[in-house]
């Protein structure tokens, strides 16, 4: 019986484009598990299984309801543990909150002002005013702003990646021979701009890319799956 996911999506539903989304996406995917994936734009998730969250990703499975990314991997880590681990043990799992918070704190703002006008473009209108009105309160400055001259700050980005270049040129993954859930969070991260942005983030044939096209032949090819943004 597949998992049923809840996720991000643009004017277009087979854009599928939030970073945590494709965490879980994957988190499922690794348990061997199908995924009935439900479109939700911003403005609709409060009326997902009955408004349990203000963000996607939301899970049903078996009629038990989970939200939020990180506690979707514990669930689905503890719920089936005879299915393969997405920490590889109390270690792993430490060790993969470090990862978290380095893609939290130096990896996704930095993606994000490169292409928050571009995700602002893929949405429905009622999305699109939605979107605007809460990141520009946030950030204090406009989504145009915000993106200007991301051309001369994308090795910003390239810096806080340098880690995992310099890790993937000696193994596959960060997980070492087989992804575990610390290559999906990272892995989010990237898919996001990848599918919401015809800017092109990483440079082909790089460390970075030729992990991050592994990571998309996982699963039957899962991130391949997914439409992205023409030019």
């Not at 993106?147 to 997980?175: C, N, T, W």
């Not at 989010?188 to 032949?217: N, T």
Request: net charge negative; glycine share 8%.
């Amino acid at each position: 019986m597949p998992i049923t996911l809840y996720e991000l999506c643009g004017a277009n539903q087979a854009h599928r484009f939030s970073p945590y989304c494709w965490r879980a996406k994957m988190a499922i995917a690794h348990k061997g598990f199908e995924i009935e994936g439900i479109a939700t734009p911003f403005t609709q998730i409060r009326e997902v299984a009955g408004g349990v969250s203000a963000t996607v990703p939301v899970i049903e499975d078996n009629g038990k309801v989970v939200s939020d990314s990180w506690d979707i991997a514990l669930y689905l880590e503890e719920t089936y543990p005879d299915r393969p681990s997405l920490f590889g043990g109390p270690s792993g799992m430490a060790l993969t909150r470090f990862v978290e918070s380095w893609v939290d704190m130096s990896v996704t703002p930095r993606i994000g002002s490169l292409v928050i006008k571009d995700i602002h473009d893929i949405l429905a209108p009622a999305d699109q005013e939605y979107f605007r009105k809460s990141r520009e309160a946030k950030i204090g400055r406009t989504l145009e702003e915000v993106q200007m001259g991301r051309e001369d700050r994308i090795d910003l980005l390239h810096q806080a990646l340098a880690p995992l270049s310099k890790m993937v040129k000696f193994q596959p993954y960060l997980g070492g021979t087989a992804p575990l859930y610390a290559d999906y969070i990272l892995f989010g991260a990237l898919k996001w701009p990848h599918v919401s942005s015809a800017f092109e983030l990483l440079k082909e044939g790089d460390p970075i890319h030729q992990w991050f096209e592994r990571c998309q032949a996982l699963y039957d090819g899962i991130g391949h799956s997914a439409v992205k943004v023409s030019g």
